[in-house]
């Protein structure tokens, strides 16, 4: 089984830029689609970006559509998720997902798909 670990959260003003990082132990980390999710406090968790294996389809919530940009490097075993022109509302928990069991060609928003999850690494964004 995979094992995923986020880094690159922090406090940033609004209008600023991060980049998240999604790191994988395993060697068959790139057959698997990576997802992003959210949580803010007192909401439920959501979607935010996706990617498939393969050709790198992607998959992003509206939310965050051209702001927010997802990519991977499978020689490093990372996804990427940069975010620009951040948001107070953006502010959130962020955690990566991986896909093990199903079609490694989707990248999928719903997150019954994903098997494996990371501890999460918080982004705050401050107006």
């Known amino acids: 089984q995979v094992q995923l670990v986020e880094s690159g959260g922090g406090l940033v003003q609004a209008g600023g830029s991060l980049r998240l990082s999604c790191t994988a132990s395993?060697?068959?980390?790139?057959?698997?689609?990576i997802g992003w999710f959210r949580q803010a406090p007192g909401k439920e968790r959501e979607f935010a970006a996706a990617?498939?294996?393969?050709?790198?389809?992607?998959n992003y919530a509206d939310s965050i559509k051209g702001r927010f940009t997802i990519s991977r490097d499978n020689a490093k075993n990372t996804v990427y998720l940069q975010m620009n022109s951040l948001k107070p509302e953006d502010t959130a928990v962020y955690y990566c997902?991986?896909?093990?069991?199903?079609?490694?060609?989707?990248?999928?928003?719903?997150?019954?798909?994903?098997?494996?999850w990371g501890q999460g690494t918080q982004v705050t964004v401050s107006s």
């Open positions: 997902a991986a896909v093990e069991s199903y079609y490694s060609g989707s990248a999928y928003s719903d997150s019954r798909y994903y098997s494996t």
């Open positions: 395993g060697r068959t980390f790139s057959t698997y689609p």
């Open positions: 990617i498939s294996s393969g050709r790198g389809n992607t």
